[in-house]
């Protein structure tokens, strides 16, 4: 089946960096968008970044500049490079993948566990 396992998440003063990583198996990676999700206390859910089979990217105007999504095909891995950290950066962070060209912020079906990523003064 399909697993998606998140990592590289944190405790972190604000302005430093983390580099979470999710590896995938199961499913066709190099066919899948993936994206990001991040989920702080008492709010939903929202999207964070993506990048299309194509390398595409796309980000939520709040962390342009400071995230970095990548993927490497051979290792059916993504990555998010998060710099310049703030405070409301504080979440559990989630990849997931779904097939398809595109980056779309709804639509996926697959989810990892998510990783706490905490930001602090």
């Known amino acids: 089946q399909v697993q998606l396992v998140e990592s590289g998440g944190g405790l972190v003063q604000a302005g430093g960096s983390l580099r979470l990583s999710c590896a995938a198996s199961g499913l066709t990676f190099s066919s899948s968008v993936m994206s990001w999700f991040r989920q702080a206390p008492g709010k939903e859910r929202e999207f964070v970044a993506g990048?299309?089979?194509?390398?595409?990217?796309y980000y939520i105007d709040s962390v342009k500049g400071r995230f970095t999504m990548s993927r490497d095909n051979a290792k059916n891995t993504v990555f998010l490079q998060m710099s310049s950290l703030k405070l409301e950066d504080t979440a559990v962070y989630y990849c997931?993948?779904?097939?398809?060209?595109?980056?779309?912020?709804?639509?996926?079906?697959?989810w990892g566990q998510g990783t706490q990523v905490t930001v602090s003064s």
């Open positions: 997931a993948a779904r097939l398809g060209r595109t980056i779309t912020i709804t639509g996926y079906d697959y």
């Open positions: 990048i299309s089979v194509s390398d595409g990217t």
